[in-house]
């Protein structure tokens, strides 16, 4: 079946360093995507979006990355402060699917 | 304020009890969803609706029970049918129906059996 998933199920870097959280789907006609933010025992909360148009989106500190080619897409996120500390999840939709498919998830930990 | 309700917070479930978990929006959005969240896993959709008095089923419907009868509100019931219902319940809404937009989710709902 079709699906989103991630590549690193946790990812532990230290405050003031860069993130990269990367996502893999398989549907080809996958054209919208999104990066939630999770914090424990909270709703995921809405970082940033991009369409199958663009290959780059940028945000304040974050930035997500496309690559069509390969179903692949990444969250950058710039200077990882304590309060990044979350799991970050890509959902994805395409063709005449309404639904989001969510990945399972990826815990960043940021370290002082 | 503008945002996505749920209620309650916490909710203990008897067995062969049905359970209401509430979900209210004033964003006036259109489609209203039902997400269950099992720990450490991504969020599986149990019920969506694209308008008022309509709605589909979702992935993991089994168990599950819902109405829209009014577009602010997306009440979720876990029937009894529902043998494994301990888990993080989220509702989620977006503008547009069926464009592909933004979902904004609630606080959740935490449901275990007693």
């Known amino acids: 079946g079709e699906s989103v998933g991630l590549h690193l199920p946790t990812l532990s870097v230290q405050e003031g360093d860069n993130s990269i959280i990367n996502c893999a789907y398989s549907n080809s006609a996958s054209d919208y995507f999104i990066w939630y933010k999770q914090e424990s025992g909270k709703g995921p909360q809405f970082i940033i979006d991009?369409?199958?148009?663009?290959d780059k989106r940028q945000g304040q500190r974050v930035t997500v990355l496309l690559n069509k080619t390969v179903k692949h897409l990444s969250l950058q996120i710039a200077a990882t402060q304590p309060g990044d500390s979350a799991v970050y999840f890509c959902a994805e939709i395409g063709g005449s699917n309404y639904k989001l498919t969510f990945g399972k998830g990826t815990l960043l930990t940021v370290n002082p | 304020d503008g945002g996505i309700t749920q209620s309650p917070k916490y909710l203990f479930r008897k067995e062969g009890q049905n359970v209401t978990l509430s979900c209210e929006q004033n964003l006036n959005h259109d489609a209203m969803y039902w997400y269950r969240q099992d720990p450490g896993q991504g969020l599986r959709l149990i019920y969506y609706s694209q308008i008022v008095n309509d709605f589909q089923k979702g992935d993991i419907a089994e168990g599950y029970s819902v109405s829209r009868e009014k577009k602010e509100s997306f009440p979720l019931t876990v029937t009894s049918a529902q043998k494994n219902p301990t888990a993080f319940y989220l509702c989620?809404?977006?503008?547009?129906?069926?464009?592909?937009?933004?979902?904004?989710f609630g606080a959740g709902t935490r449901l275990s059996v007693l």
């Open positions: 991009i369409r199958s148009n663009m």
């Open positions: 989620a809404s977006k503008t547009g129906g069926t464009a592909k937009n933004i979902q904004y």
